[in-house]
């Protein structure tokens, strides 16, 4: 059975097999970054009320098209935007074992720290920020070193956390679930991930504002209660690959149902960012880095 980074090598060889398609793959597209716009309202939300959410997702920091320099950049786009509510999505290491030569967590928690919001700054952990932390995996338990470097820097990480808000759109539950895939290996009888929803929900009081939950890895949504609004994850990068708005390989176990943008079941609304950096292979094809603007109501 072929793995993802099997594939990923046999389309990136495709790639450089025709040079003009590779070299974009490879070079251009992953230096691209654009803004993707959604505006909707979810089930839920108090009619008249709006509010900008600016999504930041994968950033994987360090890898070859990330470095330092570019967080700078991303910041900056990213305040331009003017956003009411700015959330973090998790992986924000490079997706290999840590090198010297990486920035050092303190000077990208400082950049991410000079975000500009009205209503706050908020941050997950995703599945990188906790594979490539050798003493959390030997305990397999946190805290993690770049959950205590965006805490140092005064960015908020909720794990399996809620908090009520007083944004700009009213009161609002911003809830943060812990990564499903935070453990490897797998080990039979003990559990793959920290994420804990029912615990997380049990936080919630039924007052009636609205609940935005953010969730590394988007197939959480297939069990998502209908007390959330709204879903935000990435994890997939859009599948990093997209022909047509498919991809042929996406991280997750339901395929291309949750890879990206905006999805809606059962009256449930979730928004899968494709991200910023690459995982695996440093190539993007059909689907390039972004800073997602929510506009909600």
Same mark, same amino acid.
């Given at each position: 059975m072929l793995d993802r980074r099997s %594939?990923? &090598?046999t389309l990136a060889g495709l790639f450089l097999a025709v040079t003009g398609t590779g070299a974009y793959a490879a070079i251009w597209e992953p230096g691209r970054q654009s803004i993707t716009r959604? &505006? @909707?309202?979810? &089930?839920?939300w108090p009619e008249g009320r709006r509010l900008r959410l600016a999504v930041l997702s994968d950033l994987h *920091? +360090?890898?070859l098209h990330v470095p330092l320099a570019r967080v700078s950049e991303l910041v900056a786009a990213t305040n331009a935007l003017k956003p009411d509510l700015t959330l973090l999505l998790g992986d924000f290491v490079a997706s290999r074992r840590r090198f010297a030569s990486d920035p050092a967590m303190a000077d990208w928690a400082a950049e991410l720290a000079r975000l500009e919001t009205r209503d706050g700054v908020f941050a997950i952990? +995703?599945? $990188?920020?906790?594979? $490539?932390?050798e003493p959390t995996q030997?305990?397999?338990?946190?805290?993690? !070193? %770049?959950? !205590?470097?965006? /805490?140092?820097?005064g960015i908020p990480v909720l794990e399996n956390r809620a908090v009520r808000l007083s944004s700009q759109a009213g009161p609002l539950w911003l809830a943060g679930l812990g990564d499903q895939l935070a453990f490897l290996p797998r080990l039979r009888g003990r559990p793959h991930g920290i994420d804990d929803l029912a615990g997380t929900m049990a936080q919630i009081t039924?007052?009636?504002?609205? %609940? *935005?939950l953010m969730a590394h890895e988007p197939d959480i949504f297939a069990r998502m209660p /209908?007390? %959330?609004?709204?879903t935000l994850s990435g994890h997939t990068h859009g599948g990093q690959v997209r022909f047509l708005g498919w991809a042929p390989i996406v991280p997750s176990r339901y395929g291309n149902r949750y890879a990206y943008g905006h999805v809606r079941e059962d009256g449930r609304d979730l928004v899968v960012s494709g991200g910023i950096g690459t995982s695996q292979l440093p190539i993007r094809f059909g689907i390039p880095p972004e800073i997602v603007l929510i /506009? @909600? +109501?």
């Open positions: %594939v990923l &090598r959604y &505006r @909707l309202t979810p &089930r839920g *920091i +360090g890898s952990l +995703g599945n $990188h920020d906790w594979w $490539h932390d030997a305990l397999r338990a946190g805290p993690t !070193q %770049v959950g !205590q470097a965006l /805490e140092r820097a039924d007052d009636g504002a609205p %609940v *935005i /209908e007390r %959330v609004s709204l /506009e @909600l +109501g």
